[in-house]
């Protein structure tokens, strides 16, 4: 049970950023998807979508490997 939520939370976030991927591709290749109106708009989400699952993923990795003790000195606690 403790794999597949731990699964669980790998996918989610690596979707939300899938998606930031896609809709940052969508505006550069100026294709506007149904609930933005600017390109811009649908760009700077893109972004945020990217930015919050990238540091969803590396906070997590970062946390279990400091609770396995597998990060360099400058990422452990003080």
């Known amino acids: 049970m403790s794999r597949l939520l731990a699964l669980l939370i790998l996918v989610i976030p690596g979707a939300i950023s899938a998606l930031g991927i896609k809709l ?3 505006t550069l ?5 149904k609930p933005f109106s600017a390109l811009w708009l649908q760009g700077l989400s893109g972004f945020i979508f990217f930015a919050i ?16 003790n597998q990060v360099s000195p400058r990422f452990r606690k003080r």
């Open 24 to 26: 940052m591709r969508d």
């Open 29 to 33: 290749f100026g294709h506007t998807i």
């Open 53 to 68: 699952g990238l540091y969803v993923l590396a906070g997590f990795i970062l946390y279990r490997d400091r609770k396995r």
